[in-house]
């Protein structure tokens, strides 16, 4: 049990292993020439060579995705919960939300330099749009999908539709969210870099569209690793949460 405990745990170490020796191999068996493909190692050693400017840039993304994800985070349970709880107010916003998710937020970036300037907001206000809807989506359809018998039975026994809403719904819809939570924390990344290569003088996607234009692949593929290591440890961050606060909603799995 332990050894296979072990194994599972060290599968993802050795999966990005894998994946850094095959890129490794690729690049040195074809001779590919780094200001088209770095190897793996020449960007670290290079990520080294600039860690304080990398990890300056890296600060102001981590702050800027934060910042986006937590307003969407609120704007999103409490959209959501009003979506999942009320049919009509579903069939009214279902198609405005799958419209808006529809426009490609690196369109909206022009957008808002005009209205907040080139810097930090456009790069929040990105990171909060793209990671929204997830948020919404899972956390309505965790609240709509509550069972009709569950509510009458509820409903028999004298709650409200407060009652049934705060203290079933909400717990109930909670897998959905922490769901979401990863999916969005990691779409929020996105939404920043892209601003910072637009709209920004600082940031790692500034850092990328700077190292980009003097043909040093390296270190642009250094800002990949960064951004990718930072997407990685907030989406275990949040699953951490999800298999302490979600516990019922996993117990068939804990034993696998």
Same mark, same amino acid.
């Given at each position: ?9 060290? $599968? ?5 292993? &894998?994946?850094?020796? @095959? ?15 770095? %190897?793996? *190692? ?16 890296? @600060?102001? $993304?981590?702050? $800027?995705?934060?910042? &986006? ?32 998710? *529809? ?19 456009? #790069?929040?206000? $990105? ?36 009652? @049934? ?19 969005? @924390? %990691?779409? #929020?990344?996105? &939404?920043?870099?892209? *601003? ?49 606060? %979600? ?8 034993? %696998?």
């Amino acid at each position: 049990m332990n050894k296979k405990l072990n194994l599972r745990k060290a $599968t993802p170490w050795i999966s990005a292993i &894998g994946l850094f020796v @095959i890129w490794e191999l690729i690049v040195r068996i074809f001779n590919i020439p780094p200001y088209v493909l770095p %190897t793996p *190692s020449e960007s670290i050693m290079v990520g080294w060579q600039f860690h304080d400017a990398i990890w300056m840039h890296a @600060i102001h $993304t981590l702050y $800027t995705t934060l910042a &986006g994800f937590a307003i969407a985070v609120v704007f999103g349970v409490v959209l959501g919960a009003l979506v999942g709880s009320s049919r009509a107010i579903y069939d009214a916003a279902n198609p405005l939300l799958v419209g808006f998710n *529809s426009v490609p937020k690196v369109a909206l970036v022009p957008v808002l330099v005009m209205w907040f300037g080139i810097g930090t907001v456009p #790069a929040i206000i $990105t990171a909060f749009l793209i990671s929204f809807f997830p948020i919404v989506v899972n956390v309505a359809t965790g609240l709509a999908t509550l069972e009709p018998e569950l509510r009458d039975v509820l409903r028999s026994l004298g709650a409200t539709r407060k009652d @049934i809403l705060i203290k079933v719904g909400f717990p109930r819809a909670m897998p959905y969210f922490f769901a979401s939570l990863k999916v969005a @924390i %990691t779409l #929020a990344f996105v &939404g920043s870099v892209i *601003s910072e290569t637009v709209a920004s003088n600082v940031g790692v996607g500034y850092l990328m569209l700077s190292a980009s234009s003097k043909f040093n692949m390296p270190l642009v593929f250094a800002g990949l690793l960064v951004i990718a290591v930072m997407g990685i440890v907030m989406y275990e961050v949040f699953n951490i949460i999800e298999r302490r606060s %979600t516990k019922w909603a996993n117990r068939a799995n804990q034993s %696998t």
